[in-house]
C-alpha cells in the first residue's frame, strides 16, 4: 500500500513539474525578439557612430545633432 501511494505521489510531482516546464517553454515563445541589427553612421564632425536612423542626413554627411550639422565637417 505504501508502494501505491508513494507512486501516486511521484505521478503528480511529475505531472506538476512537466506543466511548469511546458508554462515556461510556452512564455519563451512569446517574449517579443530583440531589434534587428542597424546600420551605424559616423558623424561626419565629430566622429561618434550612431544608427543611421537617428542621424541627421545633410548634404550627403550624416550628423548626430543639429548644432554639428550647422558646424559642417570637421
Known sequence: ??????????????????????????????????????????CAHCGLHLPAADAILHLGHHYCSPAHRQQGPA
Open 1 to 42: 500500500m505504501k508502494y501505491l501511494v508513494l507512486l501516486v505521489v511521484l505521478v503528480i510531482a511529475y505531472a506538476v513539474w512537466r506543466g511548469q516546464r511546458q508554462g515556461a517553454v510556452r512564455d519563451a515563445k512569446q517574449t517579443p525578439r530583440p531589434a534587428l541589427v542597424q546600420n551605424m553612421v559616423a
